[in-house]
């Protein structure tokens, strides 16, 4: 009963360095999103997609990449990672339809830039 | 644009007391709004949803909150507070027309013995 899988969970990089993360749902879900989470700021949005070859900004979306080869994949790249970009990334997806918004979020992916 | 504003960044009650965590809304459509409940370590996990019909939402754990249009408002309340309902608790738009969807900064509720 896998849901939203994210990969890797916890990741060190030196200030410059490049990653990808990794989220994987098996829900069959058309929608994908990334946030990142900060304290005192909640969840901010930073890419997501309406479905596979699509992509769209969302309210901090410089620094990252994302692309969504396939259906259930949706990866975030850092190209040259900032320390600002230290936080915690969660990915979330859901159904286009029926449309009750309801997102399902994985575990979660620490990032620590040094 | 949507938003959302929590009232309040920690909240603590006794154990047995009423809990009363704040939400409004800002929308230029008429929004789908939600209380997620997040536990140490872990994902967001639904507690409830508003999006037509009845404006008093039932969720899970005793929460319930009230949609007011009026007041933009869309409170989480909880009669009694049990030490298990220490967490972090977000907030969130969205709207049938959305395709994202917009979350407050948090509030921490803790819960004393």
């Known amino acids: 009963n896998a849901g939203v899988t994210q990969t890797p969970k916890f990741r060190v990089l030196k200030t410059g360095q490049s990653m990808t993360l990794l989220c994987a749902q098996d829900m069959n879900h058309e929608y994908m999103y990334w946030y990142r989470q900060d304290p005192g700021m909640g969840l901010r949005l930073i890419h997501y997609?309406?479905?596979?070859?699509?992509?769209a900004k969302g309210e901090v979306p410089d620094g990252y990449n994302v692309s969504r080869l396939k259906k259930q994949n949706f990866l975030l790249g850092l190209e040259s990672a900032a320390p600002s970009q230290t936080s915690v990334y969660f990915c979330a997806s859901r159904l286009r339809s029926p449309n009750t918004g309801e997102l399902f979020f994985g575990e979660g992916s620490r990032l620590t830039v040094l | 644009a949507q938003s959302v504003t929590q009232l309040g960044s920690h909240v603590s009650v006794s154990e047995g007391a009423l809990v009363l965590l704040r939400c409004n809304y800002s929308?230029?459509?008429?929004?789908?709004l939600f209380w997620y409940v997040q536990y140490p370590n872990q994902g967001l996990q639904l507690l409830l949803k508003?999006?037509?019909?009845?404006?008093l939402v039932k969720g899970i754990n005793g929460f319930e909150a009230e949609f007011k249009k009026s007041e933009t408002s869309f409170h989480l309340t909880k009669p009694s507070a049990h030490m298990s309902d220490a967490a972090e608790y977000f907030c969130?738009?969205?709207?049938?027309?959305?395709?994202?969807?917009?979350f407050g900064a948090g509030t921490r509720l803790t819960v004393k013995p």
């Open positions: 929308s230029s459509v008429p929004p789908y």
């Open positions: 508003y999006t037509t019909g009845a404006t």
């Open positions: 969130a738009v969205s709207g049938w027309n959305n395709n994202d969807m917009r």
């Open positions: 997609s309406v479905g596979e070859g699509t992509t």
